[in-house]
């Protein structure tokens, strides 16, 4: 049995810490503790913009998108295309997409994917308001950005069965060998996919 080391307070900071992803038991404490030395410069305003963002922010209604305003920011910037939505499975990969800067378009978040094993299907997941935002029309090309995995691809096809009769052209990412990869480097599926989608030089 391991000994308190500290106040209440500050064990339940810890253990709220080590909730957070990529943060663990020992990750936890040393960062509480970088938090507490640095008290008034770290602490207090991390605790108030803590605050702040659980009062003020909430889903988008439409995409499912997280920010303080609903319509997001997303939905409501003129200068998105809305002739095209791209599907993900989770609002972090619609940041790392908008990181990248590549297409000036609108997003859809599924919310997760399809598992049966998990008892996630179609009822669990943000479907059928993507289905009913194409149905409305001005919808021309749906980008399918899952990840490559079973449930991904599961999702994707399922996806496209769904919005085979909108008329709406249904695109998916290219899979294959990413930018600055070395072949050597790269598993089976990889270089498989990758051949599957070669292109035009």
Known sequence: MSK?????????????????PGLGPRSARRAALHLIKKKDQLLGPLAGAMAEAHARVRLCSVCGNVDTSDPCMICTDPRRDPATIIVVEDVSD??????????????????????????????QLNIKPLVDRIAAGGVVEVVLAVNATVEGQTTAHYLTDQLSESGVRITRLAHGVPVGGELDYLDEGTLTAALKSRTAF
Do not use: F
Not at 10 to 15: A, K, V
Not at 98 to 120: K, W
């Open 94 to 123: 619609l940041w790392a997409l908008e990181r990248a800067g590549a297409m000036n378009a609108r997003y859809h978040v599924l919310g997760g994917v399809l598992s049966p094993l998990d008892g996630i299907g179609p009822d």
């Open 4 to 20: 308190r080391i500290a106040g209440p307070e500050i064990e339940r900071l810890i253990q709220l810490l080590a909730k957070v």
